[in-house]
Nanobody, 116 residues
């Protein structure tokens, strides 16, 4: 049974930081490109960051220099370190396995709210 379980979301003030985690099971984690997507209320779901099987990362322009994605294949876990958070980063964040053009497995999402 495939599972992607996100954690680490919550409420943070503008300028603050959060670290999201995603624990994977039920598939060969190391063989998949992994992604973080996010969806704000009333908006489309968009890719925020991607990490390939060899650790190459790519970020949406809106989060470059603020977010850092990493993975630990031995722990079957990936992370998203989010710094200098802005109100516009408020969204549900999803852990996704597969290439951005062909996402295969989705987590249930974790809410991130940036507000004073």
């Amino acid at each position: 049974q495939v599972q992607l379980v996100e954690s680490g979301g919550g409420l943070v003030q503008p300028g603050g930081s959060l670290r999201l985690s995603c624990a994977a099971s039920g598939f060969t984690f190391s063989a998949y490109t992994m992604n973080w997507y996010r969806q704000a209320t009333g908006k489309e779901r968009d890719v925020v960051a991607t990490i390939t099987t060899i650790g190459k990362t790519n970020y949406a322009d809106s989060v470059k220099e603020r977010f850092t994605m990493s993975r630990d294949n031995a722990k079957k876990t990936m992370y998203l370190q989010m710094n200098s958070l802005k109100p516009e980063d408020t969204a549900v964040y999803y852990c996704v396995a597969g290439s951005p053009g062909n996402p295969r497995y989705w987590g249930q999402g974790t809410q991130v709210t940036v507000s004073s």
